[in-house]
T-cell receptor
């Protein structure tokens, strides 16, 4: 069964460094998302992406964050200058279409630790 | 505003039935999802409701009342492997983003 994949599974970085989190969505999906989950807290929406542009972003997704679909398969989240409070699990999700019974399929996540 | 409430923790015995409630107040609504999440893992899809009523899927059922802003997930014949967090999420009607509750951590005891 096709699945969303993410790399790396874990990333440790120093405060102020840039990180790029990578995702490969399910191949025929058109809608892509990033969510994050701080340890012990709820899953929070960051950004949605369709047709090579951002369709929606949350207040968390400030100018330190960016997303890109550099080729036909990868979908990346970049944090330019990490802060301690960026430590969280970051989930990529994809969906073949909007609405209806289609759920968003989540990847296994990247656990980011900022020291 | 957006608000989704679930109990924080529940316990149950293997073989029993448990009901996890979710109430929501959101500015838009285009369906309610239940996900299962084991510790340190991704949420996995369990069920979807957009119309009022009960949806049954094997040992899992989910109910929705849109007028009351209420849903529940019913788990029957509980197994030890059902110990996990159960996340209620509402899909926003304008943006399609999922708005999650804090999740209910279910522990199943033998």
């Amino acid at each position: 069964e096709p699945e969303v994949t993410q790399t790396p599974s874990h990333q440790v970085t120093q405060m102020g460094q840039e990180v790029i989190l990578r995702c490969v969505p399910i191949s025929n999906h058109l809608y892509f998302y990033w969510y994050r989950q701080i340890l012990g807290q709820k899953v929070e929406f960051l950004v949605s992406f369709y047709n090579n542009e951002i369709s929606e972003k949350s207040e968390i997704f400030d100018d330190q964050f960016s997303v890109e679909r550099p080729d036909g398969s990868n979908f990346t989240l970049k944090i330019r200058s990490t802060k301690l409070e960026d430590s969280a699990m970051y989930f990529c999700a994809s969906s073949p279409r909007q609405g209806g019974q289609e759920t968003q399929y989540f990847g296994p996540g990247t656990r980011l630790l900022v020291l | 505003g957006q608000n989704i409430d679930q109990p924080t923790e529940m316990t149950a015995t293997e073989g029993a039935i448990v009901q996890i409630n979710c109430t929501y107040q959101t500015s838009g609504f285009n369906g309610l999802f239940w996900y299962q999440q084991h510790a340190g893992e991704a949420p996995t899809f369990l069920s979807y409701n957009v119309l009022d009523g009960l949806e049954e899927k094997g040992r899992f059922s989910s109910f929705l009342s849109r007028s009351k802003g209420y849903s529940y997930l019913l788990l029957k014949e509980l197994q030890m492997k059902d110990s996990a967090s159960y996340l209620c999420a509402v899909r926003d009607s304008d943006t399609d983003k999922l708005i999650f509750g804090t999740g209910t951590r279910l522990q199943v005891f033998p």
